[in-house]
């Protein structure tokens, strides 16, 4: 049976991705190996699924139809990393607004499918770092990022599938939920 690399999203206005990609020409100031996201591929994951069958894909796409959410306003955050082990791994900028109850409402849905998020942080990855020299110089570097705090509506969220390959990962919109 055919699968699909899968999660579910909240996509940008414009506005937004001018912003992200304003703050991503700040960041190859401080030397790094890594790479940063492409512009067509910025979006929040509310909940990655992974590789699915149609049979699972279809009761994903049915739950995800029945989720009443009303629409809401973000916000644009500060700016941060996660870090392994010391080293930054990735780059973000932090989203305030409903998206962590729309996140649980999704979760609750597909409880009966998937495990429930331990851990969610509203958060949009602008940058992917290998390696830097000086970690604690870097990790200050980005929080003092100028981020504008842009308000922008959301008004839906997105089934994406995901194929990967050597030129980076390719995003589809599999389908598209309105909230109410």
């Given at each position: 049976?055919?699968?699909?690399?899968?999660?579910?999203?909240?996509?940008?206005?414009?506005?937004?991705?001018?912003?992200?990609?304003?703050?991503?020409?700040?960041?190859?100031?401080?030397?790094?190996?890594?790479?940063?996201?492409?512009?067509?591929?910025?979006?929040?994951?509310?909940?990655?699924?992974?590789?699915?069958?149609?049979?699972?894909?279809?009761?994903?796409?049915?739950?995800l139809s029945?989720?009443?959410?009303?629409?809401?306003?973000?916000?644009?955050?500060?700016?941060?990393?996660?870090?392994?082990?010391?080293?930054?791994?990735?780059?973000w900028v932090?989203?305030?607004?409903?998206?962590?109850?729309?996140?649980?409402?999704?979760?609750?849905?597909?409880?009966?499918?998937?495990?429930?998020?331990?851990?969610?942080?509203?958060?949009?990855?602008?940058?992917?770092?290998?390696?830097?020299?000086?970690?604690?110089?870097?990790?200050?570097?980005?929080?003092?990022?100028?981020?504008?705090?842009?308000?922008?509506?959301?008004?839906?969220?997105?089934?994406?599938?995901?194929?990967?390959?050597?030129?980076?990962?390719?995003?589809?919109?599999?389908?598209?939920?309105?909230?109410?």
């Amino acid at each position: 049976m055919k699968t699909a690399r899968t999660f579910i999203c909240i996509e940008f206005p414009s506005e937004v991705i001018k912003e992200i990609i304003k703050l991503q020409s700040l960041i190859p100031k401080k030397k790094f190996t890594g790479k940063l996201t492409e512009p067509e591929n910025l979006h929040l994951t509310l909940k990655f699924l992974g590789e699915i069958d149609e049979n699972k894909l279809d009761n994903v796409k049915k739950t995800l139809s029945k989720i009443e959410f009303p629409s809401f306003q973000a916000t644009l955050g500060k700016s941060g990393t996660f870090s392994y082990r010391g080293m930054p791994r990735i780059v973000w900028v932090k989203l305030f607004g409903k998206i962590a109850e729309l996140q649980k409402e999704i979760d609750r849905g597909l409880s009966p499918l998937f495990p429930e998020e331990n851990r969610f942080m509203s958060h949009l990855t602008i940058a992917r770092i290998k390696y830097v020299r000086d970690k604690q110089a870097f990790a200050y570097f980005i929080k003092q990022l100028p981020v504008k705090p842009l308000k922008f509506p959301v008004t839906e969220f997105k089934l994406m599938s995901s194929e990967l390959s050597q030129l980076g990962p390719s995003y589809k919109t599999m389908e598209s939920y309105k909230l109410i």
